[in-house]
């Protein structure tokens, strides 16, 4: 009967991320226009923090109870997500026109924080002291100064905006500052909840069938923190809104090992498992792959897309029934 109420809760918790990231999706849209900023600016910042936000609320409960596996594995494994299965199912639902120049200097960030943390876990055998910590949340607040700093001068040009404001369908669609703002925050909260109800009993589900805690970090709990994302970009993609898209998820995979390591690593120092370092390689090879789609056809297509998915697939066996 417990495990019937927590297959409930479960799907309770996917209606709510939909629901959630559709709201969230048409708020910042319109937010991008009011304020003239270009739509992968706000999937780089307004849209991946809103959807990492579940990662930061499980990883520092995680790390709170004495769990910094699945507070480590939670970041690791929905950075894999991300990228392969994110990227992946939404190319197959439309290709992705990638802006190359705007978002390969994020990429390449996410790249070298993700080489960083190798560096680390390689170093320090047992946990990142909490100075680890610090440096990854320093990095993060770098990152936002020069993201904001390029919105300012990157707005959309007037001109730009008298053309939509032509546009009665669009205009329809600039409503006040104040209701997308609320809205955003209703899209958030709706997806914090939902993402906190799958993790909660999708977790609780796994250890009722004896799965052990690192993989239930990489897997499940990475998995459904990434709903968000996920369910925001097949969104933000079937709105043709590819830039939000894909730079909600690399925004997300920075936000994940800057703020949300960061954060954690500072309220408690982070428990390595020697196997992270074939995860982080995957991550970054990853990583590599995306730029490479992205570089080749300034689009990743569905055949790309495919690949990505099948990548993840082939990561899955192997740390669940060939890695030790």
Not at 75 to 85: P, W
Not at 160 to 180: C, F, G, R, T, Y
Request: charged share 10%; proline share 3%.
């Amino acid at each position: 009967m417990e495990i019937l109420l927590q297959f409930i809760l479960l799907i309770v918790g996917f209606a709510l991320l939909i629901k959630g990231a559709d709201i969230f999706v048409d708020a910042s849209v319109n937010i991008a226009k009011i304020l003239k900023i270009p739509s992968i600016i706000i999937g780089l910042t307004i849209v991946a923090l809103g959807t990492s936000l579940p990662e930061a609320v499980v990883s520092v409960s995680a790390a709170l109870s004495g769990s910094t596996d699945i507070a480590v594995g939670n970041v690791v494994g929905s950075n894999l997500f991300n990228l392969l299965i994110v990227l992946g199912l939404s190319a197959l639902v439309a290709p992705l026109a990638v802006h190359f120049n705007e978002i390969s200097k994020d990429t390449w960030l996410s790249i070298v924080a993700t080489v960083v943390l190798l560096v680390m876990t390689i170093l320090f055998v047992a946990e990142i002291p909490r100075w680890g910590g610090i440096i990854f949340f320093a990095g993060f607040i770098v990152y936002i100064f020069v993201v904001v700093r390029s919105a300012l001068k990157n707005r959309i040009s007037s001109s730009e905006n008298v053309e939509n404001a032509e546009n009665p369908e669009d205009s329809a669609k600039n409503k006040p500052m104040l209701n997308s703002i609320i809205f955003t925050i209703i899209g958030i909260a709706l997806i914090i909840v939902g993402g906190q109800l799958t993790v909660i009993n999708a977790v609780a589900i796994a250890y009722a069938f004896d799965i052990s805690e690192r993989i239930v970090g990489l897997t499940i709990v990475a998995m459904g923190t990434s709903l968000p994302e996920l369910v925001t970009s097949i969104v933000a993609c079937t709105k043709g809104e590819n830039d939000i898209a894909i730079g909600n998820v690399v925004g997300s995979n920075i936000f994940n090992i800057l703020f949300v390591l960061g954060l954690t690593g500072m309220v408690m120092p982070l428990a390595i498992n020697p196997s992270l370092v074939l995860d982080l390689g995957v991550l970054i090879a990853s990583s590599l792959l995306f730029l490479l789609f992205a570089y080749t056809g300034k689009k990743i297509v569905r055949l790309e897309g495919a690949a990505l998915v099948l990548v993840y697939a082939i990561y899955m066996v192997v740390i669940i029934f060939v890695q030790p």
